[in-house]
């Protein structure tokens, strides 16, 4: 009997998206477990049934600063936080490029080019959708190109990384739009 093909599953999430999933349901979720069950149970459930075998190869947690001002925050932080606690888990505070640009911060949020609250059109809107999806996207390629993992599983509002799920696939990986463990897959 040949041997099962070992393939390196990595999950990289948006901490604001699953939060969003979770809802309520955050306060009672193992967080530091999730990465490791998302890259299990979701790449398995996705996958045709085959002489496979998964193995964990990490995650990557990408959020935004924090801003006391902004709802959400401490909920964010706190499951940042127990996710960062996880073996393997890598945390990317991603910079707010509104910030960083001097402008507000819905600047480069949402599906926008004007700022609803200061008025100002960003000049340099991104591709993939934001700060988060685009510090993602860079990961995608980089990692991707590297061959530090067979299958991604993205836990994000993945609608502008349709180009680096391609530009992946061409190269023989799998990408697993990650629905929580338990939930089925969505868009």
């Known amino acids: 009997m040949a041997e099962a093909e070992v393939l390196s599953v990595m999950v990289f999430i948006d901490a604001a998206e699953l939060l969003a999933g979770l809802g309520d349901a955050a306060e009672g979720t193992d967080l530091a477990a999730l990465p490791v069950a998302m890259a299990t149970e979701r790449a398995a459930a996705t996958l045709s049934p085959s002489s496979s075998r998964l193995r964990y190869a990490g995650a990557i947690v ?7 001002h902004q709802p959400g925050d401490a909920a964010r932080a706190a499951a940042v936080a127990a996710m960062a606690a996880a073996p393997g888990v ?24 004007r700022c609803n609250h200061c008025r100002n059109v960003d000049a340099s ?3 993939f959708g934001g700060p988060i999806a685009e510090a993602m996207a860079l990961d995608l390629f980089r990692l991707g190109r590297e061959a530090t993992f067979d299958v991604a599983v993205i836990v994000a509002a993945g609608r502008g990384l349709a180009p680096v799920f391609r530009f992946l696939e061409e190269r023989g990986k799998k990408v697993v739009i990650g ?4 939930v089925s897959p969505g868009a």
């Not at 629905?179 to 338990?182: D, E, N, R, S, Y």
């Open 90 to 113: 890598e945390v990317r505070l991603v910079p707010d490029r509104a910030l960083t640009m001097g402008e507000c911060r819905a600047c480069s949020l949402g599906g926008t080019s």
């Open 125 to 127: 809107p991104s591709v």
């Open 179 to 182: 629905a929580l463990p338990g």
């Open 62 to 68: 990408y959020t935004l600063p924090e801003h006391a």
